[in-house]
């Protein structure tokens, strides 16, 4: 399903010369803009807001720019709300369930692109599906088992729960791209008499290197957002992540909304961050194979 | 490098190895998986067939499919269907209209169009939880910014997220905002890759714009389109944070879809049972989905040909 239509990125539009003189520039100018500032308004909201202080996200009527410019919701997330400790959870849990899929992805991805077994197909369609599992289908057992299993509140629990989706993601995009590298290369080498892990080491390996980044940026971008495990397999602060955390600043009766705005632009930027350093080699995997990028 | 013949003599010392090789290279991944996924799927499946509340009693008692007979007479769980449906078409449709006309806006020439295609992108990075905070903040009836556009053109701003009649579009738009750059990156490759030529040779044969996408441009991206829409509509089938952030399900249950319904049958009751025969019926109705969309899309493969 991923190898639709072989397109490319970025070949010559195909509809620019023939609609050209349809419309005038000032008009495409202006609907752009018009697109723009929907699009960016409520990212500028939130950068905003938590500029404020909580008085002024409170008051009427609302301003574009606040009236007093202040880092206190900053301050008051790292230093009385122990937000680095939870941005150090996420980032843990990330890291360890993206180094970990993206290391059984590329070894397993290998032997799912080079050979046929039984079941294959079945397989990697359930491998594919998996990506689009409903979240809480598996919240539901994993909140079962992990009460069961004495791993909630651990990392160990989530990593293993972050490893439903990144696994099948990390697997389907690498097994994508070996699949990309001619046969001949490891055929080569398996007739001088190397091991199929050994063409797989000091051959395919080395070639896949930008596919191994791109996975493991994406890998952790989807850990990183990830909202339904974290919310229901920690009930402490020992191993709550940052999503959780965000969303925990949301009160039963008031809100200080500076600090909610505060803790999503932190969760926010550095992803922002990544993918403008990236956005190319992130393409394919963003749009889950379909497109080629 | 050894040579051919050393290899030939070395090759029958291997092949025992050899052969073990596939096994050995997939089997960590089909391991993992079946630990990960298939182990905790069957576990819920296993589960939505006994009585078990969790804060009751340890105890599991086999009752059958009487779980999913309790459901199916369910009222909360009827609408919780409706609204998903509702939900899932009315978004992924949205998406798909504006994402296609800001991917043809893409196709035209304008000043500073590179800088516009990665700006337009970003709402896709914000983290849907993130999003839907940000919502609920505009959203608000008092504070809200976008109450306050409303009493600024003077009129009276709809209660967004508390009137049943608002709601669910309110919580849509949201996904809509976040989600349509999606679209806009599928279907842009899609139009790029419509070769030139067959442009021209239409605009000489005076088809105008509208014939032109139509009759040429439309069948040759609609593989792509229904990809893209197959990715979006099991992404929205299963949305759960951003209800959960702007709604919990409110007013009334006006907008709890299907996971918001687990959720909270699941995290209330602890009835585990009825709730995991609920996940497995989200589950069978993502398979289905998918199923039909594959079906569309092998058909339109198989039309090419």
Known sequence: ?293 | MRGPALSQHSAPRFRGRVRLAPAMLVLPAVLLIVAVLIYPIAYGLYLSLFDYVMTMSPDLTFVGLSNYRKLSADESFRNSLAVTGQFTAMTVALEFVIGLGIALLLTLEFPARPLFRALILLPLMVPPLVSGLLWRLMYDHELGVLSYFVRVLGGEPPVFLGDPKVALLAVSLTEVWRATPFMVLVLLAALQSVPNDLHEAAQIDGANAFDRFRAVTFPLILPVVLIALLFRTVDVLRTFDLVYLLTQGGPGSTTEVLSMFIYRYGFQSFDMGLTSAASMLLFALTLVVCAVYLRLIARRQAADR
């Not at chain 1, 500028?44 to 609302?62: A, R």
């Not at chain 1, 996420?90 to 059984?104: C, D, F, K, R, S």
């Not at chain 1, 294959?120 to 594919?128: Q, T």
């Not at chain 1, 926010?268 to 956005?279: A, E, S």
């Open chain 1, 1 to 293: 399903m991923a190898t639709t239509a072989p397109m490319t990125a970025n070949a010559p539009s195909g509809l620019s010369r023939a609609g050209k003189d349809r419309l005038g520039t000032g008009v495409k100018v202006a609907i752009a803009l018009l697109l723009l500032v929907v699009t960016l308004f409520p990212m500028y909201w939130i950068i905003i807001s938590s500029l404020k202080t909580n008085l002024e996200t409170h008051s009427v009527p609302v301003t574009f720019l606040p009236a007093v410019w202040t880092l206190d919701a900053y301050q008051e997330i790292f230093e009385r709300r122990n937000f680095a400790k939870y941005l150090s959870n996420a980032m843990v849990v990330a890291v360890a369930t993206t180094l970990w899929g993206v290391a059984v992805a590329a070894w397993s991805g290998y032997g799912f692109a080079r050979y046929d077994f039984r079941y294959k197909g079945a397989l990697m369609a359930f491998v594919l599906i998996a990506q689009s599992f409903p979240r809480i289908l598996l919240v539901i057992p994993y909140f079962e088992l992990a009460n069961r299993f004495g791993l909630k509140d651990t990392y160990l629990g989530l990593i293993l729960a972050y490893s439903t989706f990144i696994q099948p993601l990390c697997l389907w995009i690498m097994k994508e791209y070996f699949e990309q590298i001619p046969r001949e290369l490891d055929e080569a080498a398996l007739v001088d008499g190397a091991t199929p892990y050994r063409a797989f080491w000091d051959i395919i390996l080395p070639l896949a290197r930008p596919a191994l980044g791109a996975t493991a940026i994406i890998g952790f971008l989807t850990a990183w957002n990830e909202y339904e495990f974290a919310l229901v397999l920690t009930t402490t602060e020992r191993v709550r992540t940052i999503s959780v955390a965000i969303a925990s600043f949301i009160g039963e009766f008031t809100t200080e909304w500076n600090l909610v705005m505060a803790a999503a632009a932190v969760g926010t930027v550095p992803v922002v961050i990544i993918f403008l350093f990236f956005q190319r080699q992130l393409m394919h995997g963003l749009t889950g194979g379909a497109v080629k990028g």
